[in-house]
């Protein structure tokens, strides 16, 4: 079998099929297939940079589609590395990048989407959510006591997030990203599954390395002590909200080059189904560019080498 088959195939194995049941233990966390290796895998990926590079451009042109890609993770999983390597052909100017921290006052003034609607790509753009509106279905499933502070109705206690408030939050999520996606924004959305062991390594590593210590906080050791609980919600939030026109991918993220290439081989065959092509040209606009040739061609004659 070809490695382009294969990586194909096991990018299948990766999209969660809807309607689901995620456990997220028989996903796995790291690459070991013989078929493919390091090597192999970076000729691939920079053959995919090149080609998103080429459909970015056609995604301009074109202006009906908006491209939408998130990330979550748990810490150190490597969204940023993800986002640099896999972007890194992409042209700046139609590309925009939106890291969502904890949601300020003035954010928790307004509805939990209200922040991420408003970051959204326009047409022939592509958007990516370093973390996302997902976080309302992840941190504060892991921590209810901040849906508080957003004020809701009905909401007066932690005894009063029950089952059916995640429900009916999974519900949201999905018609807002159902309208996006009949509006023209493609979606795609990868869990970068990362082992406990494999985090505690990178931990260890941004803790010896003085030019990673800025990369490590406190914050994220408490976090680790949640690993079950953060388990149980992505599994929950990706069986409920992986769709065809919103996709999730669970990516082995132990081994950071494999994940790079997965990321970018979704991102290339999403692509490849759009029907976007470089707008055609009507004769009356081909005759006016062949006359704009022809005055520019004349200039050159006339003030000799045309450099005055």
Not at 148 to 154: A, Q, R, V
Not at 283 to 298: P, S
Request: proline share 3%.
């Amino acid at each position: 079998m070809k490695v382009k088959d294969k990586l194909l195939e096991y990018l299948d194995e990766c999209r969660v099929k809807p309607g689901k049941e995620v456990n997220l233990k028989k996903y796995k966390t790291d690459f070991e297939h013989e078929d493919l290796s390091k090597e192999e895998g970076a000729e691939l990926l920079q053959f995919g940079i090149q080609k998103l590079a080429e459909m970015q451009d056609k995604l301009y042109a074109h202006n009906k589609y908006s491209v939408l890609i998130i990330f979550q993770a748990m810490d150190a999983a490597g969204k940023d590395g993800a986002i640099k390597h896999v972007m890194s052909g992409l042209n700046p100017q139609g590309v925009r990048v939106t890291s969502f921290k904890a949601p300020t006052s003035h954010e928790l003034e307004h509805d939990y989407l209200w922040r991420h609607y408003i970051a959204l790509p326009a047409r022939g753009e592509i958007g990516i959510f370093n973390r996302s509106h997902y976080e309302n279905v992840l941190v504060t499933r892991v921590h209810p006591e901040y849906i508080l502070g957003e004020n809701l109705p009905d909401i007066n206690s932690v005894k009063d997030i029950d089952q059916s408030f995640w429900d009916k939050r999974f519900e949201q999520i999905n018609c807002f990203e159902k309208t996006l996606a009949d509006n023209g924004t493609v979606i795609l959305k990868f869990f970068l599954h990362l082992s406990k062991k494999e985090q505690k390594k990178r931990f260890l590593e941004r803790i010896d390395n003085p030019s990673k210590n800025w990369k490590f906080s406190s914050a994220d050791l408490k976090e680790r002590g949640f690993w079950k609980d953060y388990r149980k919600a992505y599994e929950d939030a990706i069986a409920n909200t992986s769709k065809d026109h919103a996709p999730w991918f669970v990516v082995p993220a132990d081994d950071k080059w494999f994940a790079r290439l997965v990321i970018a081989a979704a991102i290339y065959y999403e692509f490849q189904k759009l029907d976007i092509e470089y707008p055609t040209v009507s004769e009356t606009q081909k005759a006016d560019l062949m006359k704009a040739k022809d005055m520019l061609m004349k200039e050159g004659e006339e003030n000799g080498d045309g450099s005055n």
